[in-house]
């Protein structure tokens, strides 16, 4: 089952575009209508299985970026499963991938799930969903859903006005549904969503009694974890966020059953205006 050898990449010299999508030779089957990658991690034996985590991609599908999300969770301990999303799905008529709807995405994360734990190195009992970007509420959608959903983790993601109104049922519904912890991390500078933004989600998380840890970090914009993109990529926040997440992971065994907990983390300008936040690339 493990797609342990490297992905192919473009001639010598030539790096993989950061918006180039996996091609269908590069991914691994999980069924007749689903593929994606799977990345293992190298002690995980059917004695010692490995947690399993779901990486969503950002709006740009199955890119490089997230094989490298996927390689260094694998390295960290965890089974990372990446399901292609938009197979079959070509960029709309502005140039970007459309927005699915929430069957669609809840049946790329079971199938993912199911091939998972079909190896014996996997435990999908304890899963988590890594959603960033466009991809920020997947996790959310899961955990309404699937009993397994252990942690939620949203990376600039999630907070976006467009999640009120874009689901088959109310935004707050979905919240209220589940209830894995979750790790939110956002940028103040972000284009996409507002310091208000978040705090309406903070605010959603809270009435449903949902465990959260939400940081506002300040000064970055979206898509800071993103090396492949040099305008947004910020190697010292990058480091740091890769540590929160981590430590995230590294708790939830020990979280004791039915508590509640909120921690909520920012540094933000006293002039902070919204509007001042721009696109980078």
């Avoid at 669609?104 to 190195?121: K, Q, W």
């Avoid at 999640?163 to 103040?188: C, D, K, M, N, T």
């Avoid at 449903?208 to 300040?218: F, G, H, K, L, M």
Wanted: aromatic share 8%; hydrophobic share 40%.
């Amino acid at each position: 089952m493990c797609d342990a050898s490297p992905l192919r990449r473009p001639p010598t010299g030539t790096a993989r575009g950061p918006k180039e999508r996996l091609g269908a030779d590069e991914l691994t089957e999980f069924s007749a209508d689903s593929a994606g990658i799977v990345r293992l991690p190298d002690n995980a034996t059917p004695q010692r299985p490995a947690p399993v985590i779901v990486v969503a991609p950002e709006r740009y599908g199955l890119v490089q970026h997230t094989v490298d999300v996927a390689d260094r969770f694998a390295a960290a301990g965890w089974a990372a499963v990446s399901p292609d999303f938009y197979a079959g799905i070509t960029d709309d008529e502005a140039g970007r991938l459309p927005e699915l709807p929430d069957d669609s995405v809840l049946g790329s994360i079971t199938g993912a799930v199911r091939f998972a734990a079909a190896d014996e190195r996997c435990d999908a009992t304890r899963l988590v969903v890594f959603g960033v970007c466009r991809s920020g509420s997947w996790g959310l959608l899961a955990d309404a859903e699937l009993p397994d959903v252990t942690g939620v983790i949203m990376l600039y993601g999630g907070a976006q006005p467009k999640e009120y109104v874009q689901h088959a049922r109310p935004y707050q519904e979905i919240i209220e549904a589940g209830s894995a912890p979750v790790l939110g991390i956002f940028g103040e500078a972000d284009h996409t969503m507002s310091l208000d933004d978040v705090a309406r989600l903070r605010a959603g998380f809270e009435q449903a009694r949902r465990s959260y840890d939400i940081t506002i970090e300040p000064g970055l914009p979206h898509g800071w974890l993103n090396d492949t993109m040099p305008g947004r990529f910020q190697l010292d926040a990058a480091e740091r966020t890769w540590s929160q997440l981590l430590a995230f992971l590294d708790r939830l065994p020990d979280r004791p059953a039915g508590e509640i907990e909120w921690s909520f983390r920012a540094r933000v300008s006293p002039d902070y205006d919204f509007s001042r936040n721009v696109r980078h690339e």
